[in-house]
Nanobody, 123 residues
Framework: QVQLVESGGGLVQAGGSLRLSCVDS????????MGWFRQAPGKEREFVAA????????FYGKSVQGRFTISIDNAKNTVYLQMNSLKPEDTAVYYC????????????????WGQGTQVTVSS
């Protein structure tokens, strides 16, 4: 049974950095892409980044391109999201997702979800 557990969220000042982690308990038996989404209050869930299981290909949403980096450590069953140059508009609950089918930029394409971790960026 797949279980995704995020950690690393918190409060940071604008311009600062945070690194989110997501441990995937089901990864040892399956190889599938992983991703991150975020949802701000009153807004739809937004695609942030995705990575293939091998780690060789990465994809980013336009709003985070050049500032965020997604990576994967299959030995630890963990995917990371390094967030630099954070802005107040990055404030949201960040969700880890696994195993997409179809358009990976759409949240409905993903089968597995974590519970989310709050990121708050103060101005």
């Amino acid at each position: 049974q797949v279980q995704l557990v995020e950690s690393g969220g918190g409060l940071v000042q604008a311009g600062g950095s945070l690194r989110l982690s997501c441990v995937d308990s089901g990864r040892a038996s399956s190889n599938y892409p992983m991703g991150w989404f975020r949802q701000a209050p009153g807004k739809e869930r937004e695609f942030v980044a995705a990575i293939t299981w091998s780690g060789t290909s990465t994809f980013y949403g336009k709003s985070v391109q050049g500032r965020f980096t997604i990576s994967i450590d299959n030995a630890k069953n963990t995917v990371y999201l390094q967030m630099n140059s954070l802005k107040p508009e990055d404030t949201a609950v960040y969700y880890c997702a696994g195993d997409p089918s179809g358009d990976y930029t759409r949240d409905v394409a993903w089968d597995y979800w974590g519970q989310g971790t709050q990121v708050t960026v103060s101005s």
